[in-house]
């Protein structure tokens, strides 16, 4: 038997290994699996509620609805997207054309359903996203501002610093100077 279940908050390649090993230890074999969803396979029956009861341990929740499966898609390639961008230097698709490209749906529909169903718009959690690599980058102290700027593709260091004070509260040199710099986990944002 062969089941491919859809998983929510999964945002790092750790979460893929916790999942994995999660399941396994269910005795189930997880034939294949990448943020958002796993193949789970097993010669007897494979019991769903007894997957996401073990994972729900761990902030993950099963999805069984195609919407709520769509949504978690797009925050996945959305995730993908920034993390990607921050590596290369010159990404310059939109994220918009980005998002539409993979996921085989105008950019206006998965707009629209997102914001139905999260209550806060496609580009609102973009930009909380966005914010939290440059919390990031920040703390890690190995690029200028005007690079980060760059390789997230701000227009201009002032609008990532704009966009920067208005989310946190802060300026980017101020917020470098805390003591305490406050991330959000991503599967919180």
């Known amino acids: 038997m062969t089941k491919t ?3 929510k908050n999964m945002v790092c390649d750790r979460c893929v290994k916790v999942v994995q090993e999660e399941i396994e230890k269910l ?7 990448k943020l958002g969803e796993a193949t789970v396979e097993s010669l007897k029956e494979i019991d769903i509620n007894k997957i996401n009861d073990v994972l729900c341990n761990y902030g993950f929740e ?8 769509l949504i978690e898609k797009i925050k996945i390639f959305i ?8 590596k290369e230097l010159g990404t310059q698709e939109k994220l918009s054309d980005y998002i539409s490209k993979k996921m085989g749906y105008s950019y206006q529909y998965l707009s629209k359903l ?11 959690y973009i930009i909380s996203q966005r914010i939290e690599k440059v919390k ?14 760059y390789r997230l593709g701000y227009s201009s260091v002032q609008h990532l610093s704009s966009q920067f004070k208005k989310v946190t ?21």
Do not use: A, C, M, W
């Not at 099963?62 to 499966?69: E, G, W, Y």
């Not at 300026?171 to 805390?178: E, H, R």
């Open 5 to 7: 279940i859809y998983i």
């Open 27 to 33: 005795g189930y074999e997880v034939s294949k699996i």
């Open 79 to 86: 995730l993908e997207y920034i993390n990607h961008q921050s």
């Open 136 to 149: 990031e980058l920040l703390v890690y102290n190995q690029l200028t501002l005007s690079e980060i700027s």
């Open 114 to 124: 997102f914001s139905s169903l999260e209550n806060h718009t496609i580009e609102n």
């Open 62 to 69: 099963l999805l069984d609805n195609k919407q709520f499966k």
């Open 169 to 189: 509260g802060f300026v980017p040199s101020k917020f470098k100077k805390l003591k305490n710099r406050k991330r959000v986990p991503l599967d919180k944002v």
